[in-house]
């Protein structure tokens, strides 16, 4: 077994051929024993195993740099890197990150998890290596061509192209993202990929490279632009940009990448590797479904068969697939009625209104930013777009939700997913902050469903005449009602309730929280503490009347939320009974201001103290326990 006696990649450069192609296979099959019972990013780490060794084979890691773009392709490398034997931690709490994480390895260069942004730090990296006066570091790029559609990385292309630093981009092209890749880039790189006339060129020019090295690059440079101009007119994008531009190689052929990328450290500048790659390469079942293998949870490594959790069929659905479902109810109602997403559609189940009215649903790539003006320009000729953006990723757009949307009043539905904590994703992935940076937002409607009928109501709310900007989030995992398609019903907007009543202490939630602050309401009944909790629905506008009638009766109040305490809706509440002069004691529960690491949404939720254990204990801490059965406030 190769892979035994590798634990740095000092161990991988003393290999041979022979013993390198061992460890690609050994290294494929550790990969998927290992995600078969510990869930995490399958499809796309099968993908760069090859890659993955070459790089670390050829390059001087960690003094060289390889910078990963997301990271769902860090697996082999991680494991070459020292941390095999702590591998079957992989995002569990306490274990190691799903991502690179630059606290975790010398040899994560940069901490990642959203797209798009290696060439840019990878670019800072080597600018940094020219001012330290260090010509020999080596920094690579390692991007795939979901991500490059992503705006930051043309940025980054085209400041490092005009720079002439030494940088190297590696294209990992396998023609997906999550879903199969969109957009005219993605058609550009085909394009390339299949021209036979200019493949052939560029195979010769590789081997004269190989063959005469030094002797006769000088010649290749003359000559490279112009073969690329002559024989094939799309395929100077890159060389356009300053980068030289190599490939397309076969990104499995471990042998032959080694020998390209030696040939490559021996180049100056900017350029980029374009690598042909099989996402869920070396297994079937993933390489035949590529998106559902992306991330496929627990599954058997022998029959393929994904493995679901017992009972399954009769836990509630998932709040995304109540969305999918009832955008195309509404759709079918609406005809104005669209829908965008940036590279998502199955992740968030708008692949279910896809699938009856393609033309009418947009997946722009991996663009946040773009997909909200994209919706903004809609919705000035009375579309009415949904455009759905993982909580965390919206962050991205921000700018875009304040000039192109709210200044301008539009009816844009913004749907959050995954909003609150999200799980073994971590820190890069929790949906945390968007009540703090939506709510300060003038003229926006924020709103938060309890459960899945609520969700539907307030998608239904959101699209009918003169709602202006209005904002949905709501969390990753399953609702509360297995039954849950009612019919519609308008929500007044800034408008709460309550959803029980008692007289000790009062509860305001808002979103999902609010069913744990209920299930704490029926147990501390048991032992004689009667609490009100209070769904808000809305954390802008504010329920205003409801707030005045909750702080007039209750002495000491608990605010819930899955967001930032920071700017959240404890923080809305505070600020109102900072304008109205109102001296309650208030608890905020909700994520406290640090970055919370990765492990199940659960364990999360009690080390953030918001799920219904902690609840119940933070009011038996503020409440005295009840004298031989007798409340407290009825002694007054």
Not at 307 to 314: D, H, R, S, T
Not at 349 to 371: C, K, L, T, W, Y
Not at 558 to 565: P, V
Not at 575 to 597: A, S
Request: glycine share 8%; aromatic share 8%; charged share 20%.
């Amino acid at each position: 077994m190769i892979l035994e006696k590798v634990e740095t990649p000092e161990d991988l450069r003393k290999l041979n051929n022979k013993e390198l192609l061992q460890l690609a296979s050994e290294l494929r099959e550790f990969i998927i024993d290992q995600v078969s019972g510990n869930p995490g990013h399958l499809g796309a780490n099968l993908g760069v195993v090859e890659l993955s060794i070459a790089l670390h084979y050829v390059y001087g890691t960690p003094n060289d740099k390889l910078i990963w773009d997301v990271g769902h392709q860090a697996y082999a490398h991680k494991i070459l890197t020292g941390r095999k034997d702590r591998f079957h931690t992989n995002r569990k709490l306490n274990g190691i990150s799903g991502f690179p994480k630059m606290d975790e390895s010398e040899y994560d260069a940069f901490g990642v998890g959203h797209s798009s942004t290696s060439i840019s730090a990878a670019l800072g990296i080597a600018v940094a290596a020219e001012l330290h006066k260090d010509p020999e570091k080596q920094v690579i790029a390692i991007i795939g061509d979901g991500s490059l559609t992503g705006g930051l990385a043309f940025e980054g292309l085209n400041n490092a192209g005009i720079r002439n630093t030494n940088l190297l981009v590696i294209l990992n092209d396998n023609r997906m993202a999550i879903d199969a890749n969109v957009g005219a880039l993605s058609q550009y790189l085909i394009d390339i990929s299949t021209s036979k006339t200019y493949n052939k060129a560029k195979t010769k020019l590789w081997n004269l490279l190989g063959k005469y090295g030094p002797v006769a690059r000088n010649y290749i440079r003359k000559i490279q632009k112009g073969l690329k101009t002559t024989l094939f007119s799309g395929s100077n994008l890159f060389e356009s940009l300053h980068f030289r531009y190599f490939g397309p190689v076969d990104g499995h052929d471990l042998i032959y990448l080694i020998h390209v990328l030696k040939d490559l450290k021996e180049l100056k500048g900017p350029k980029i590797l374009h690598c042909l790659t099989v996402k869920g390469k070396g297994y079937k079942h993933a390489e035949e479904n590529q998106t559902l293998w992306h991330a496929p949870g627990q599954f058997n490594k022998e029959t393929g068969e994904i493995i679901k959790k017992a009972g399954a069929q009769k836990t509630p659905p998932r709040y995304q697939d109540v969305f999918g479902c009832t955008l195309l109810e509404l759709a079918r109602m609406n005809e104005n009625i669209v829908g965008i997403t940036p590279a998502m559609p199955s992740g968030c189940s708008m692949n279910i209104m896809m699938a009856e009215m393609p033309h009418r649903v947009f997946d722009v790539g991996i663009a946040e930013q773009h997909a909200v003006t994209f919706s903004a320009g809609l919705a000035t000729q009375g579309i009415v777009p949904y455009c759905n953006i993982y909580s965390s990723f919206m962050q991205r757009a921000f700018d875009s939700i304040i000039h192109d949307v709210a200044l301008q009043k539009l009816n844009v539905i913004l749907c959050l997913d995954r909003a609150g904590l999200v799980g073994e994703d971590g820190a890069t992935h929790h949906g945390v902050y968007d009540i703090a940076y939506m709510r300060c937002i003038p003229g926006i409607t924020i709103a938060a469903p309890m459960d899945e009928i609520d969700l539907r109501n307030l998608m239904y709310t959101a699209q009918l005449p003169n709602k202006g900007p209005f904002v949905i989030r709501y969390p990753r995992g399953n609702g509360v009602y297995p039954q849950w398609q009612e019919a519609f019903k308008e929500i007044s907007i800034g408008k709460g309730r309550m959803i029980k009543s008692g007289a000790d202490i009062a509860i305001l939630s808002i979103g999902h929280p609010g069913n744990f602050a209920l299930e704490a309401a029926k147990q501390l009944e048991k032992e004689r503490i009667n609490i009100a909790v209070y769904d808000m629905r809305f954390v802008k506008p504010l329920d205003e009347e409801l707030l005045h009638e909750v702080l007039k009766n209750f002495p000491t109040i608990i605010t819930i939320e899955d967001g930032s305490i920071k700017g959240g809706f404890g923080s809305a509440v505070l600020e109102f009974m900072c304008d109205n002069t109102y001296t309650n004691k208030v608890i905020r529960l909700g994520i406290p201001d640090e970055f919370i690491q990765h492990g199940k949404v659960e364990e999360l939720h009690k080390i953030c103290q918001i799920d219904t254990e902690s609840i119940v204990k933070t009011v038996k801490d503020l409440v005295p326990k009840a004298v031989f059965g007798i409340h407290l406030n009825s002694l007054k």
